[in-house]
């Protein structure tokens, strides 16, 4: 089994920064993409970045935010930079793994973590 946690969420005001964490524990034999998205309130979860071969990001979040990711600490960052009202929602990291047990491949998700943007 295996389990994502995140940190690093929490509120603050326009123009500020803020860094998310996610760890992933567990039986794990590979990694192939880790990454990042995002539900606001009513609304669809959406990609925010993600990086497996290449990098990717949301056009919405290009330029401000970082994505980072460490496969010797199986963590996955994102450095959100010049905050927005529009980003505040709930984080959710993700992975897709290889378990070392089975030698299947999975999706797995953090529970997740909000980010409010408010002055």
């Known amino acids: 089994q295996v389990h994502m946690v995140e940190s690093g969420g929490g509120l603050v005001q326009p123009g500020e920064s803020l860094r998310l964490s996610c760890v992933a524990s567990g039986s794990i034999r590979s990694i192939y993409r880790m990454g990042w998205y995002r539900q606001a309130p009513g609304k669809d979860r959406e990609l925010v970045a993600q990086?497996?071969?290449?990098?990717t990001y949301a056009d919405s979040v290009k330029g401000r935010f970082t994505v980072s990711r460490d496969d010797a600490q199986r963590t996955v960052s994102l450095q959100m930079n010049n905050l927005k009202p529009e980003d505040t929602a709930v984080y959710f990291c993700?992975?897709?793994?290889?378990?070392?047990?089975?030698?299947?491949?999975?999706?797995?998700w953090g529970q997740g973590t909000l980010v409010t943007v408010s002055s």
């Open positions: 993700n992975g897709n793994f290889q378990s070392a047990d089975s030698g299947l491949w999975g999706v797995y």
């Open positions: 990086v497996d071969e290449t990098t």
